[in-house]
């Protein structure tokens, strides 16, 4: 039987909520699973999973900490290392005893989705590798420094400054949805095909989607401070 993105969410939720995350109905990064949570310094920390394509049952995740949501990008001068899997963050020792595995090197590890220790075991591992990456001053500076993580930020923000009032305006569209995607209000979009057209930035549907989804997280995890 092949582990599907309902019933890994069902085995995940929960826990990862007790966690501090937030699900997400979130098609448009590619993860099958989104959970994220505002941080306390307020940067964004977000937990995608991914199943396997080939052995039905694994899963894995993957961190991305920045000041946005946008799970998995690290183009630009956006640091590398602020999108990573647990077992790249674990010492050797940690990744024996977690993992029960001789083979030191292993550190792309995935779990079994069908198995409930297996679940329990990926749910203690994300608990004590997260903070390893938001309590890490050097990769937080990065982030802080890069252009690329600034831009993205600035239209979020202005996104969610400007969706409140974007159906006062008389503006044409070139690239809305037909409807909804994942729970986002058409507003959403159309705010952010707004700002990406005032900026000149990179402008297609995939961009208008992208930055939608975004803000909207954005501004939910905000007000669930």
């Not at 946005?68 to 050797?92: L, Q």
Request: glycine share 4%; proline share 3%; aromatic share 16%.
């Amino acid at each position: 039987m092949k582990l599907t993105k309902a019933k890994l969410t069902s085995k995940v939720k929960a826990p990862l909520e007790i966690l501090g995350y937030t699900y997400f109905k979130e098609s448009i990064s590619g993860a099958q699973g989104f959970f994220s949570k505002k941080l306390e310094n307020g940067f964004y920390l977000t937990l995608g999973l991914t199943i396997d394509r080939y052995r039905e049952s694994d899963f894995t995740g993957d961190f991305y900490y920045s000041k946005t949501t946008r799970w998995s990008s690290v183009w630009g001068d956006i640091p590398k290392e602020s999108y990573e899997r647990p077992g790249f963050i674990m010492s050797t020792e940690e990744r024996k005893t977690y993992f029960h595995i001789e083979n030191e090197n292993l550190c792309d590890y995935w779990w079994d989705g069908f198995d409930d220790s297996s679940i329990a075991n990926f749910i203690e591992v994300i608990k004590f590798t997260e903070p390893r990456l938001y309590k890490d001053p050097l990769l937080t500076q990065k982030i802080e420094d890069s252009l690329s993580v600034s831009q993205l930020k600035n239209y979020a923000d202005e996104v969610k400054k400007f969706v409140i009032s974007i159906e006062k305006f008389n503006l044409s569209y070139s690239y809305l949805p037909d409807k909804e995607i994942d729970g986002i209000p058409i507003q959403w979009f159309k705010a952010s095909e707004y700002i990406l057209k005032m900026h000149e930035g990179i402008f297609n549907k995939n961009t208008v989607k992208a930055l939608a989804s975004d803000a909207f997280i954005q501004n939910i995890l905000d007000n669930n401070k």
